[in-house]
């Protein structure tokens, strides 16, 4: 059983920083895709960030770009979602999502992807 575990988060004022982390484990080995979600009640859920593990490629989301940014560190099993200059908008819980070939599609940012493993969820919220 493949589990992602997310860390981070909590209350920032705007123009503030903060870092998700996604940590993985059970039998999980790689993936060609990580991505980052954020949901806004009422309002569908939205991919932000993509990585594209193969050759480290990455997609943002226009409202996110230049401010967000994905990484991983293979050697914890972990990525991270740095998040900086954050505004009130930006208020959101976020979902960290690591691709599968059997996964169900979704649309992250201009990508259709496979994703089957997700996180718990953490809120980040952004005062003004």
């Known amino acids: 059983q493949v589990t992602l575990v997310q860390s981070g988060g909590g209350s920032v004022q705007a123009g503030g920083s903060v870092t998700l982390s996604c940590v993985t484990s059970?039998?999980?080995?790689?993936?060609?895709?990580w991505a980052w979600f954020r949901e806004v009640p009422g309002q569908a859920r939205e991919g932000i960030a993509l990585?594209?593990?193969?050759?480290?490629?990455?997609s943002y989301a226009d409202s996110v770009k230049g401010r967000f940014g994905i990484s991983q560190d293979i050697a914890k099993n972990t990525v991270y979602l740095q998040m900086n200059s954050l505004e009130p908008a930006d208020t959101a819980m976020y979902y960290c999502?690591?691709?599968?070939?059997?996964?169900?599609?979704?649309?992250?940012?201009?990508?259709?992807?496979?994703?089957?493993?997700w996180g718990q969820g953490t809120q980040v919220t952004v005062s003004p």
């Open positions: 059970g039998e999980f080995y790689s993936t060609n895709y």
């Open positions: 999502a690591a691709g599968h070939p059997l996964g169900a599609w979704f649309r992250v940012v201009d990508h259709d992807v496979r994703l089957a493993y």
């Open positions: 990585l594209y593990t193969p050759n480290g490629a990455t």
